[in-house]
């Protein structure tokens, strides 16, 4: 199983990114496909979860509004779409999947991408 993140970079502050995260070995819409982030010296921190069959997303409240999570289960990817980005946004972002209803926790996830740097400069 492996699980491919990109699209990270560098922007300034009101800019906007859109992560993707291409799964291999596994198939998306049977997993919950969260999103977290870990900036430096700091733990991981959820950013939001698309829900396997529904497709539904919870978004963490420091991400409601300006982030969205979407799906292409033809491309068997998830999209992590930032906007209003701010320099806090700033971390390595992550994308992972699970089996599991409890979603805001890392220990509960199966799979993890490698991480993709995001940069907010103000």
């Known amino acids: 199983v492996q699980l491919q993140a990109s699209g990270g970079g560098l922007v300034q502050a009101g800019g906007s990114l859109r992560l993707s995260c291409t799964a291999s070995g596994l198939t998306i819409r049977r997993y919950h496909m969260g999103w977290f982030r870990q900036a430096p010296g700091k733990e991981r921190e959820f950013v939001g979860i698309?829900?396997?069959?529904?497709?539904?997303?919870i978004l963490a409240d420091s991400v409601k509004g300006r982030f969205t999570i979407s799906g292409d289960n033809a491309k068997n990817t998830v999209y992590l779409q930032m906007n209003g980005l701010k320099p806090e946004d700033t971390a390595v972002y992550y994308c992972?999947?699970?089996?599991?209803?409890?979603?805001?926790?890392?220990?509960?996830?199966?799979?993890w991408g490698q991480g993709t740097q995001v940069t907010v400069s103000s």
């Open positions: 992972a999947a699970s089996s599991s209803v409890v979603f805001h926790a890392p220990e509960y996830y199966n799979y």
């Open positions: 698309s829900r396997r069959s529904s497709g539904a997303t």
